[in-house]
């Protein structure tokens, strides 16, 4: 019953602040219900930019939010829950970056999308696990420091074995980075029908696994036009609800019980009805200063426009 109010709340405030809910897939699973949109990174950074909304609620973690301002900065983005931050996204900081560049000048800086807007603002360009492949080809033939994530990175070299090797930062999602060989292949002997999908955040030996790898949203798509029935996830738990939902006739299996991202956890519809109302400590209205968004903003166009050629 009071579940039934708080929609009804959030329903009725959406509409009077003229606001969208955006969900990651990592959400749960009553953020994606009450979402007007859930999507994958790449998806979601295209609708922030491409909707008519004057509030955007970002339910997700702070560099997404961070995106959909720097390419909508005249939107009010607002973030439910402000200490929603990402590993990865920490894993390599502005200073650090800086000084990278100030002594290699001749290097394409390629950003992965978890990462902050600082950071982004020394990046060449951006991109998210489902345009990474394509963008690195792009810069082929020159020398290229992908950041932060080491194992997206490990990835593209291992597809583009006897061509250029793209340098790396060693960050990393430790939700991902921390599947072993052995729980896939546990997994495997538990569920010999199964399909292994896996997000190129995995290590290497894990990835070279799987039967299919891809963002979340790749993800997603392979069940649906797949026949088989049976389906090992190797990404964050939350993708479970979309997966279930959407394919009522197919079976999933969690890779490990580990892979839960607990900071895309923290949102509850009591945050999302404070974010709208813009009352209580938890919810942060993303602010980045006009220099910022315009250099982090060419390299997250620069992304739109590559993927989408
Ligand atoms: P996607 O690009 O698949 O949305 O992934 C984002 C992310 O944070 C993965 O851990
Ligand atoms: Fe960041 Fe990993 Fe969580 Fe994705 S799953 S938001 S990369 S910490």
């Not at 894993?91 to 970056?97: D, N």
Request: aromatic letters at 8%.
């Amino acid at each position: 019953m009071q579940n039934i109010n708080l929609l009804e709340e959030i329903k009725e405030l959406k509409k009077v602040k003229k606001a969208i809910i955006l969900a990651h897939y990592y959400q749960n699973p009553e953020i994606q219900m009450i979402a007007d949109y859930v999507g994958d990174s790449y998806q979601l950074s295209k609708i922030a930019k491409n909707n008519d909304a004057e509030v955007i609620i970002f339910c997700g973690v702070h560099f997404m939010a961070e995106t959909a301002k720097i390419l909508s900065p005249q939107k009010k983005v607002i973030l439910p829950v402000k200490t929603a931050g990402c590993i990865m996204a920490n894993s390599i900081t502005y200073e650090e970056l800086l000084a990278f560049k100030q002594e290699h000048p001749d290097y394409i800086i390629i950003g992965y999308v978890n990462t902050t807007a600082k950071v982004k603002t020394l990046c060449d360009v951006c991109v998210t696990s489902s345009n990474a492949l394509k963008i690195i080809n792009h810069y082929k033939g020159q020398k290229i420091l992908y950041v932060p994530d080491q194992n997206l990175a490990k990835y593209a070299n291992y597809l583009n074995q006897n061509s250029d090797q793209i340098e790396y930062w060693d960050g990393c999602c430790n939700i991902h980075h921390n599947l072993v060989t052995g729980e896939v292949k546990l997994q495997k002997t538990l569920h010999p029908n199964a399909k292994v999908l896996i997000h190129p955040e995995a290590r290497l030996d894990v990835l070279k696994l799987a039967d299919f790898i891809g963002s979340t949203k790749e993800i997603i798509d392979y069940v649906k036009n797949s026949k088989e029935k049976e389906f090992i996830i190797g990404t964050e738990k939350g993708i479970l609800y979309a997966l279930e939902t959407l394919n009522l006739d197919k079976k999933f299996y969690l890779l490990s019980p580990n892979l839960v991202c607990r900071t895309m956890k923290l949102t509850t519809l009591e945050d999302v009805k404070n974010a709208l109302l813009e009352t209580g400590s938890k919810y942060e209205e993303i602010k980045l200063d006009p220099k910022t968004i315009e250099l982090a903003s060419n390299a997250l166009n620069k992304m739109l426009e590559l993927s989408d050629k």
